[in-house]
């Protein structure tokens, strides 16, 4: 995703995302005027010189002002301001997802189609930058944020994407394509996805830190801070022992994907670190470094790699104190069920 939790939460965008960055970094003083070199007079000179040392010092007291206010911006948000989540729009930066699969049946594998394509144009885009190892990264989640599958679709000469899908239940999703068009700047646009069949809405899973998953337990240390950046430790086991040999899945020992719950908006998470640079180990600690939007739910989708396997762990958090939406106990599912991948 720009896949990169890139919690850049499949923004904006992870786009409305993952898209444009503003109000990240430091922030900037205003710039003063350069000086002058000598008076303009009027006649006398003094005068003139007068006006010209009131109006620098009310130059002055703004300019104080601003700072001031620049100050307290910076001391709210700890320096940073969370950048515009991903996903939430079907176009954006003069691109469109064009899903051409828009339903599918629940329980029975489907081939999902897609393509981006030009605003003005309506071409397909051919020419992709790959990022993590691929040149798009596409996300399937369902509005409970309970199923979620990474997918790596294939692309056609002419830039149709396809990929496998096997949604086991009926409702909506929302499907985010995660990509960087030669040329131009990283996107995540989202589209609408709908299952056939009975359905049954389900409530967000239940807040957790901790998550099992084929004999591995994941921990979850850190937390979601609106609009300051955080960082987000996962420390992965198995049966009891630290992990330590990790292998490396999209350039990185871990990949985590962000959704917030209510718009399914996008995050990018970024990795701290990555294999080969003489300071990350391959576990059992997998960092990021993530900022949240908005006060809310979110959840997490870590997926790693060990024993030649991708496996995906789930968490449900809170940024800004929240609660949860129900504050009843969710159905549970199987990791199977909540997870899924496809090469």
Sequence with gaps: ????????????????????????????????????????????????????????????????????????????????????????????GGYTLDLKTPRVEAGKKTDLRFAVVRDGTGRKVTGYQREHGKDLHLIVASRDLAVYRHLHPTRAADGTWSTPVNLPEAGGYRVFADFKPKGGEALTLGADLAASGPYEPGELPERNTTAKVDGYEVRLRGALTPGKAGELTLNVAKNGKPVRNLQPYLGAYGHLVALRSGDLAYLHVHPNGEPGDGRTKPGPDVSFTATAPSAGAYRLFLDFQHEGKVRTAAFTVHAGGAADASGQPSRTRSAEEEAGHTH
């Design 1 to 92: 995703m720009n896949t990169g939790l890139r919690i850049t939460v499949f923004a904006a965008a992870l786009a409305a995302t993952f898209g444009t960055a503003y109000g990240v970094g430091g922030v900037v003083g205003p710039i003063s005027p350069e000086p002058k070199s000598g008076t303009h007079s009027d006649g006398g000179g003094h005068a003139s010189a007068g006006r010209e040392k009131e109006t620098a010092g009310h130059e002055k007291e703004t300019a104080g002002h601003e700072k001031e206010t620049a100050g307290h911006r910076e001391a709210q948000g700890g320096g940073h301001e969370a950048a515009p989540p991903g996903g939430l729009e079907i176009s954006s």
